[in-house]
């Protein structure tokens, strides 16, 4: 089954055809293309859902480098398969609304690729098996969206977003990745699947309270949780279609999609419990609560993502429960909570997309976003203002939208928690519904905030702006994404049943399809229902009189945050930085070379001698030639020459003969390749030195003093006398197996006779492909080293 | 400081198909006797220092209208989609093969994956190096 890698290669590769092929046209505008892509991925995946349904996993491998049993295995479950949905289903929608939202004067280019690049990654990300491919499309799932969100890099906010993003996201990758090699030392394995299977036999082992910690980092840092959702809100000067897409239905879920596929490898741990709902439901409480005081209606959506990425965070805590080795008969509650984040998920993502891409339309029509300066758009905007409403409506959890069936399910869960009797729990338990409670009674203010204060009210004309519907494409995915809003609510298990169950059976390997309740529209007069009418109640009084409620936020002085910390942080780290390197970087070539100098003597001379490493004997040697003699004595003259040179061009001559005098070496012991090589590299670095000479300027003899002299003096007889005994020692001893395995059947397993070359293109392709790519990088290094500063316009273009 | 450079500039137009095309038959004969992709690319990249010594660079870039970052560019993705070539026909990542075929007048010759990834070493190289020698003889 090609599907799942055709999934994750396919955007990749549409990538790499609009950098080839589309960059030219810039009459046709690229998204119309792109759009075929996560279409078709998606209607892939939909056929995969009655496969899953039953049960059916996909695997399909491709041997990546086995010898390291790194192994390129993709993998499609009930879990892979609701984030795939997701990501290419929004996908489609966010790639044709921004098909009407950039006009084909911006740099599309970029921007489709990007998201290209995005896409692949995250499809990458939820079909991995391997923890170490898992890791990669992580990362890449960062950069991408640093990218998108510098995409207006001219402004500085971009920047300083993009950069937020990156350093948080990042730093949680890295801890992530020590999670993972630390799973693979207690495991053995990286696969996700082997470990899985045999993690109950080191539930003991001393490492598994630091990989908890390390692997929730990454997690949380994706996910915007608290204290790491600070870069959520800056990463919204992206475009509106990428804040839809990256930044509220897939990307910041990939952490959630990692808590679901660790949830079997940790649920049942009390760390696990408690840093994944308290952290869950710390960043529920807290998004909400700063929600209510932006101004900014995409600030505004951007903290109610955290608040929700919180809520169905708590809801993972409190599905791992039920992974507790000595629970049976509550088990099924908590598995409840699982199928309740996983449905809120997928309601999430479609009204969350909807609120951001009418927010999108009401900033391209009026021209703000700033809720101070909106008001009254009903009458212009008819259509906007009932999806958007829709959206909100859902999101504050009332009927009849599917928000309300998983808000509904939340509370269930929540309530649940005070049966459970490990962990200490039940101390806590009675502040988990409240908390719960008080955080949905903000979520249903700032939901208002989005429809009231923009629709309603005197509306206040933007100068030069006239108020008007948005045009008819621009307005079929919110309308598709709202549709889905109430389609879901009345027709839950449709989702519930093939989407949703095939995910929870997934993160619980152990629990049949019948231990699954399916989703009820009507409880009746139970506690949940009575939780949410007393969230409209409360919630309208709290709106009306909001103005009063706003002096709460006084409490909380503004340049005390995670925000100043974190840049205050990167000030100081700057500081810090050019203080250290302000010391060594003198801008004298000949301290450097001393530093190099330097290491060399303590790093390889001080290993030598202390791993008594120096072996020397002269058995087994040939006896040397008369040529060797004659031509090793011309190179230590010429060596010694190079002392007395009066010119540079001399010197470089010089220094030219002896790389031509090795190359005569080469010759006599028989290495045609290695002369070869030398002679052509040697005329090629004498040009490079001739070149570079030529800048410099006159070569002066200048009066040096005597102790700088004698230091000198020291440093090259030590750095002389190590590396020939480095070159003595290296004959004597043999740690690597002998290479003259290679002659014997390099023709029959590669075809070649020229074993040097075999060994290069065949045996040890992978050291010459990364060696090429160390050559290119260089290459861009020297390249824009020399031509950064010329070009002044690039400096001027990013500071408007 | 121009000085008559007559002698250098006639011998160097003539030396120039001499290099190149010792730089393709060191490429090709690479696989059975000294030689390669590196080694060619190299023996290439001289001819261009040749031809930027012999001439200006506005010359050089007159004849030849070729962004060298690109060619270096491409040769590194040359390597990496050969290597991934071999992963979609369910093999190790960079796996290469041969085979022997008979082609008419020619008898057999021996084709292999390798010149692909050879291809890419030599762009690779010749672009890098003309890049650097460029852009510092660029920088006055």
């Known amino acids: ?275 994944v709902s308290s952290i869950g439901l710390l960043t529920l409480f807290w998004g909400s609560f700063t929600a209510i005081r932006q101004t900014d209606l995409k600030a505004l959506l951007a903290y109610s993502t955290i608040s929700q990425l919180g809520l169905i965070m708590t809801l993972f805590g409190i599905g791992s429960l039920s992974l507790h080795p000595d629970i049976h008969v509550e088990s099924v509650l908590y598995t409840q909570a699982v199928f309740a984040a996983l449905f809120h998920l997928v309601n999430h993502s479609t009204f969350k997309g909807t609120l951001f891409m009418v927010i999108g339309i009401i900033d391209y029509q009026i021209g703000t976003r700033d809720l ?271 002392f007395f040179a009066k010119t540079r061009l001399t010197a470089i001559l010089v220094n030219g003969y002896i790389g031509f005098a090795i190359a005569m070496l080469f010759v006599l012991f028989r290495a045609p390749d290695l002369a070869l090589t030398q002679l052509v590299v040697e005329t090629v670095t004498t040009a490079l030195f001739l070149l570079c000479f030529y800048f410099l300027p006159e070569w002066e003899k200048t009066k040096v003093v005597r102790k700088v002299k004698m230091t000198n003096i020291v440093i090259s007889i030590s750095v002389g006398t190590i590396f020939t005994l480095i070159a003595l020692s290296v004959k004597s001893g043999k740690l690597f197996r002998s290479i003259s395995a290679y002659f014997e059947n390099a023709d029959e397993l590669a075809g070649g006779k020229n074993i040097v070359n075999t060994i290069l293109g065949d045996f040890r392709a992978f050291d010459t492909m990364l060696e090429v790519i160390v050559l290119f990088i260089a290459g861009i290094g020297v390249y824009t080293l020399i031509k950064y500063t010329n070009n002044k316009g690039v400096e001027k273009l990013e500071d408007k | 400081m121009k000085i008559n450079e007559v002698i250098l500039q006639s011998v160097s137009k003539i030396v120039v198909f001499i290099i190149l095309t010792l730089a393709l038959y060191l490429f090709f004969a690479g696989h059975n006797a000294p030689g390669g992709g590196f080694i060619g690319g190299l023996v290439l990249a001289s001819s261009f220092v040749l031809m930027l010594l012999a001439f200006d660079i506005e010359t050089v870039k007159k004849g030849i209208p070729v962004d060298f970052k690109l060619v270096a560019a491409s040769g590194a993705l040359i390597v990496l989609l050969s290597g991934l070539g071999a992963t979609i026909l369910g093999e190790p990542f960079l796996s290469q093969s041969f085979a022997y075929f008979d082609l008419p007048f020619y008898g057999e010759v021996e084709l292999t994956t390798v010149t692909i990834f050879e291809t890419g070493v030599a762009l690779a190289v010749v672009g890098v190096v003309v890049t650097i020698i460029l852009s510092i003889s660029e920088d006055v």
């Not at chain 1, 491709?62 to 993709?74: A, E, L, R, Y």
């Open chain 1, 372 to 642: 101070r300066r909106l008001g009254g758009l009903i009458s212009f905007m008819p259509i906007s203002f009932t999806i958007a409403m829709i959206g909100s409506f859902s999101m504050a959890g009332l009927p009849p939208f599917n928000g309300f069936l998983s808000k509904e399910m939340f509370f269930t869960a929540i309530l649940h928690l005070k049966d459970f009797d490990f962990f200490s729990i039940q101390t806590f338990a009675g502040i988990f519904p409240v908390v719960a409670w008080i955080a949905s009674v903000f979520t249903f203010i700032y939901s208002m905030m989005i429809v009231f204060q923009t629709f309603f009210g005197p509306y206040k004309e933007q100068p030069g702006v006239e108020a008007k519907e948005a045009s008819f494409g621009m307005l079929i995915p919110p309308v598709t994404l709202s549709a889905l809003v109430v389609l879901i609510f009345f027709f839950p298990n449709i989702l519930g049943d093939y989407v949703i169950k095939p995910a929870v059976l997934s993160v619980y390997p152990g629990v049949t399809n019948e231990m699954i309740g399916s989703i009820s529209l009507w409880h009746g007069f139970n506690k949940e229902l009575l939780m949410t009418i007393g969230i409209i109640i409360l919630g309208i009084i709290l709106y009306i009189y909001r103005t009063y409620f706003k002096k709460v936020y006084i409490a909380f002085p503004r340049n005390i945050s995670f925000d100043t910390l974190y840049n205050n942080a990167l000030e100081f780290t700057d500081r810090l930085a050019k203080g250290i390197t302000n010391f060594y970087m003198t801008g004298y070539l000949r301290h450097y070379v001393m530093y190099i100098f330097l290491f060399f003597i303590i790093v390889l001379g001080g290993s030598l001698y202390y791993l008594g490493a120096f072996t020397f004997s002269l058995n087994n040697d040939q006896p040397v030639h008369p040529f060797v003699w004659m031509i090793a004595s011309t190179i230590v003259i010429a060596g010694m020459t190079i």
């Open chain 1, 1 to 275: 089954m090609l599907t799942i890698n055709l999934a994750i290669l396919l955007p990749f590769l549409a990538a790499l055809f609009i950098l080839l092929f589309l960059r030219r046209f810039r009459r046709f505008h690229i998204g119309w293309f792109v759009l075929i892509i996560p279409a078709i991925l998606f209607a892939l995946l939909l056929r995969q859902i009655p496969n899953i349904a039953n049960g059916k996993t996909l695997i399909h491998q491709i041997n990546w480098i086995p010898s390291f049993d790194i192994n390129f295995i993709s993998y499609l479950d009930g879990l892979s398969l609701v984030f795939g949905l997701l990501i290419t289903g929004i996908g489609t929608l966010v790639v044709l609304y921004s098909i009407y939202y950039l006009s084909t004067e911006q740099s599309l280019v970029h921007f489709y690729i990007y998201l290209l690049l995005f896409m692949g990654s995250m499809l990458g990300v939820v079909f991995s098996d391997h923890l170490m491919v898992l890791y990669v499309f992580w990362e890449l799932t960062s950069i991408s969206s640093f990218l998108l969100i510098a995409y207006w890099y001219q402004r500085k906010g971009s920047r300083y977003g993009a950069k937020k993003a990156l350093h948080i996201t990042v730093l949680g990758g890295f801890a992530m990745l020590i999670g993972f090699l630390m799973l693979y030392v207690v495991t053995g394995t990286f696969s996700i699947r082997e470990i899985i299977e045999t993690i109950h036999l080191y539930k003991d082992h001393s490492l598994m309270t630091p990989m908890i910690i390390f692997i929730l980092l990454g997690a949380f840092t994706k996910s915007a949780q608290f204290p790491f959702h600070i870069w959520l809100p800056d990463a919204m000067e992206a475009p509106t279609p990428i804040s839809a897409y990256l930044h509220s239905a897939t990307m910041v879920k990939a952490g959630i999609y990692v808590v679901a596929r660790f949830t079997p490898v940790f649920g049942g741990e009390a760390l696990w419990f408690w840093l």
